[in-house]
């Protein structure tokens, strides 16, 4: 069984950066897909953007040309660089891999 768990969040300002990391206690590279997920209060969780094993991605529309994603199978570990945040973009982040979540990470954005 692998442990997912994610790092980085905190308050930062619209227009701010931050960066998340999705540990995994074990091998990644056999994960086909591995995700961002989040979860806004009183809002449905929702697919923030995939990485695939075979390099494609993709991101919520919401997201895409401010958000990247990106692994490292030599450390196990998922990102997710956030730039030109925005308030809407408060949410608890999980990552996700083949039906294993972590336990999130929480991101507020607001000056």
């Known amino acids: 069984q692998v442990q997912l768990v994610e790092s980085g969040g905190g308050l930062v300002q619209p227009g701010g950066s931050l960066r998340l990391s999705c540990a995994a206690s074990g091998s990644i590279s056999s994960f086909v897909f591995m995700d961002w997920y989040r979860q806004a209060p009183g809002k449905q969780r929702e697919l923030v953007a995939v990485?695939?094993?075979?390099?494609?991605?993709s991101y919520a529309a919401s997201v895409k040309g401010r958000f990247t994603i990106s692994r490292d199978n030599a450390k196990n570990t998922l990102y997710l660089q956030m730039n030109s945040l925005k308030p809407e973009d408060t949410a608890v982040y999980y990552c996700?891999?083949?039906?294993?979540w972590g336990k999130g990470t929480l991101v507020t954005v607001s000056s």
């Open positions: 996700h891999a083949a039906g294993y």
């Open positions: 990485n695939s094993r075979g390099g494609s991605i």
